[in-house]
């Protein structure tokens, strides 16, 4: 059995499809590792006149999101807990495929396990896939829980000239 996991979740539902397969791969009493990334724009320069509105407060925002991505993280790590595993959670800023694989290597964890979000084609293409980049990188084993269901995602109406790469 495995001893130590760790489980990128997003706050989604699909996200957490994953915690019955921990269940299974990991020994009673194992260490559980709950992550959240949160992406961090590029701070605004003041320097700069055109610096939008907007962009301040999305900044303001993500700096917002931190705690209550760590409140969600205990939140599921206290049921994990009544189970009798021991869970600790982490929020990382950045993009989530290079924050899983950061903390997977700082933690040394045996395994990674993660649900795939259902996204195909177009969608899967402009958001990419964080579960495609974490295999492709990940130096211990990922089990990959897939989601019958498929996630209604609304096409982004951003030209693909622009070279704005929406988030994952």
Do not use: C
Not at 40 to 67: C, G, L, R, W
Not at 85 to 91: A, M, T
Not at 109 to 127: A, D, K, N, P, Y
């Amino acid at each position: 059995m495995i001893n130590h996991v760790l489980v990128p979740l997003d706050g989604s539902q699909l996200a957490e499809k994953a915690l019955p397969a921990v269940r299974q791969v990991i020994r009673s009493g194992g260490q559980i590792t709950l992550l959240t990334a949160v992406q961090h724009p590029t701070p605004p320069i003041p320097a700069i006149p055109d610096v939008s509105h907007e962009a301040k407060e999305d900044f303001s925002y993500v700096q917002s999101a931190m705690p209550r991505a760590r409140e969600y993280l205990e939140n599921v790590a206290k049921n994990l807990r009544l189970q009798g595993y021991h869970v600790s959670v982490e929020v990382a800023g950045g993009e989530p495929a290079d924050a899983i694989i950061r903390l997977s290597e700082k933690l040394r964890v045996e395994m990674i396990v993660m649900s795939t979000h259902g996204r195909s084609g177009l969608s899967r293409f402009l958001f990419g896939s964080i579960t495609l980049k974490v295999l492709e990188a990940a130096l211990v084993p990922v089990l990959v829980v897939p989601n019958r269901e498929r996630v209604e995602v609304q096409e982004p109406e951003i030209p693909l000239e622009t070279g704005i790469n929406p988030a994952t």
